[in-house]
């Protein structure tokens, strides 16, 4: 059974590590390509790290140097704290001889808000603060008697750490209003003129360089096994009959026979009426049967076994509408029958020439967008 790699793929307008570098502030980046919405992107910094719109903070995270088991006495039972420059919390430890790191964890994390204690390794004491950043602190107090035992310093205060800074995304001055651009601003300039980042993000459609505005990237994708999505059957019938359509007549140096001239023939300009039209029509017939000759063969000579879905058994129309939106854009409409006798309708939007054209205007011409069930128009 023959099969093919499917290139048919809706785009999803992608871009993907785009290198930038930011101005002379050190402080903003600006995108090729305008961003669709915050969700949609991903930084990463030297490419290093991904940083979050909120940027990369780390809490206060102190390991102790006292080693378990502890002997907890009247003498060394408590310990005082302030943290992020709030009231003194005092908790209060039982006494007891060789206490377990763990269960002096449990003691303390009981009695405190905002600061939490872990065992390390089953033999030292780590305290962690619930927040973030260079404003998380902890005061640990002179008067905690506990502090040498578990071995913190006393009368000392532990901060956090903004590793990388926040970043915002905000409408670019610079920008047109009809197409407004959007740059990316750091909460605080980076530290050296050197820095890049990595910007993947969604852009507009008719921005997108993947697929040129049209919706749909003609190009194979590949699976998180490692493997490249297949059609047959009935798949394979339509994205043959299309990629023989819309191939330039001739680009194929091996097979020349291969394509049609409808890129030429939308481009002519209209001097009799219904002339573009019925040579649109007579190009998709001889395209289809030669691509049914080819099927025949594959078959008959090769020995290659096609399935009655995906064979060409009949062209049944060739229908031109106009649309109703824009006079200079006219949908093919192609139903085709397979050998299974199921009708198979495949329409393409495609722009003629417009008025302006007959002067000699430089209008681009071409593929609108594809629908396998009806025809719609890309504004």
């Not at 009368?155 to 209003?177: A, E, I, K, T």
């Not at 001889?286 to 008959?300: G, L, M, V």
């Amino acid at each position: 059974m023959s099969f093919d790699r499917e290139i048919d793929q809706i785009c999803p307008h992608l871009v993907v590590d785009e290198t930038l570098y930011v101005d002379q502030t050190n402080q903003i980046i600006r995108p090729i390509k305008p961003i669709a919405g915050l969700g949609a992107i991903n930084l990463r910094l030297n490419g290093l790290i991904d940083i979050p719109s909120p940027g990369v903070q780390i809490p206060v995270q102190v390991l102790g140097s006292g080693l378990a088991p502890f002997n907890i006495t009247t003498a060394n039972n408590k310990l005082v704290v302030k943290v992020d420059q709030g009231p003194p919390q005092t908790v209060v430890v039982p006494s007891a001889n060789q206490m377990p790191a763990d269960k002096l964890a449990g003691y303390l994390n009981f009695g405190l808000v905002g600061v939490s204690f872990t065992a390390i390794n089953g033999s030292q004491l780590q305290m962690q603060s619930a927040t973030t950043g260079y404003a998380a602190t902890i005061w640990v107090d002179g008067t905690s008697t506990i502090a040498g035992t578990i071995g913190l310093s006393t009368n000392h205060l532990y901060r956090g750490v903004n590793v990388f800074p926040g970043w915002s995304l905000v409408l670019d001055p610079q920008s047109l209003p009809a197409l407004p651009y959007r740059m990316i601003i750091f909460d605080v300039p980076l530290k050296s003129v050197g820095d890049f980042v990595e910007l993947s993000y969604s852009t507009v459609q008719d921005q997108c360089r993947r697929c040129g505005g049209t919706g749909v990237e003609d190009d194979w994708r590949y699976g998180y096994n490692g493997n490249t999505s297949e059609v047959r059957d009935e798949a394979l019938l339509i994205q043959e009959i299309q990629k023989i359509m819309f191939t330039v007549l001739g680009t194929n140096p091996f097979h020349t026979w291969y394509g049609t001239r409808l890129t030429e023939t939308i481009g002519k300009r209209l001097t009799v009426g219904n002339f573009v039209q019925n040579l649109i029509i007579s190009d998709i017939t001889t395209a289809f049967n030669r691509w049914q000759s080819i099927k025949t063969q594959q078959e008959q000579t090769v020995g290659q076994f096609v399935s009655d879905e995906e064979f060409p058994y009949r062209l049944l129309s060739v229908d031109l509408e106009q649309s109703t939106q824009d006079p200079t854009v006219v949908y093919v409409n192609v139903t085709i029958q397979n050998r299974s006798r199921k009708p198979i309708q495949i329409s393409r939007g495609l722009t003629l020439p417009e008025p302006l054209d007959l002067l000699g205007s430089t209008q681009q011409q071409g593929l609108i967008r594809q629908s396998l069930t009806h025809p719609v128009l890309v504004g």
